[in-house]
């Protein structure tokens, strides 16, 4: 929008009636810059696109989140599809199919290093966040044993390479 034609209306008036700023009589201001700008006009213009705005703002945050819930519905599907097809290849004891759109196998999964304490982590394998997990587990795998870290055995887990 372009504002310059309503400041040179408003300065064009400033020169003409001065007085009309000076004497504090602000009807008598409104009512001459009503009659003698477009002013109102702008200012309802501006207003009516500044409405807008925030009802397309609310309309838009309403729609992310509903998305949102909607993003969440499908990632819980995917996992009950994923837990459905895990349990009906184990009730077969199949350990791979290999579809049109997909292959799908059970692998034996890895076992897992947790940390249980992790108050009682060594500085040497502390860093700024979470414990550093490589050092640690190349210090379990060099045989040292914690009492603040276990092992959690490896589990099946299904593995899905879509084509």
């Known amino acids: ?3 310059q034609p309503v400041l040179r209306e408003i300065a ?3 020169i003409i009636c001065p007085d009309a ?3 504090g009589d602000e009807q008598l201001l ?5 009659g003698s700008t477009t002013l109102n006009e702008f200012l309802t213009i501006c207003e009516d696109r500044r409405q807008d705005s925030v009802s397309t703002a609310a309309g838009i945050a309403t729609r992310i989140a509903e998305l949102g819930l ?3 519905r499908y990632e819980q599907r995917e996992q009950a599809m994923r837990a459905l097809i895990f349990k009906i290849m184990s009730a077969a004891e199949v350990r791979k199919v290999e579809l049109p759109i997909a292959t799908i196998s059970i692998g034996k999964g890895r076992e897992k ?3 249980l304490d992790k108050d009682a982590v060594p500085p040497h394998l502390r860093r ?3 414990p550093d997990m490589a050092a640690i587990k190349a210090e379990h795998d060099a045989g040292l044993q914690f009492n603040w870290a276990a ?7 299904l593995i899905i390479r879509t084509k």
Request: no cysteine.
């Open 1 to 3: 929008m372009d504002a």
């Open 12 to 14: 064009q008036l400033k």
């Open 21 to 23: 700023w000076d004497e």
């Open 30 to 34: 409104s009512d001459m810059l009503e």
């Open 70 to 72: 909607r993003k969440k």
């Open 113 to 115: 290093l947790v940390i």
């Open 128 to 130: 700024p966040g979470p």
């Open 151 to 157: 092992v959690e055995p490896a589990s099946p887990q």
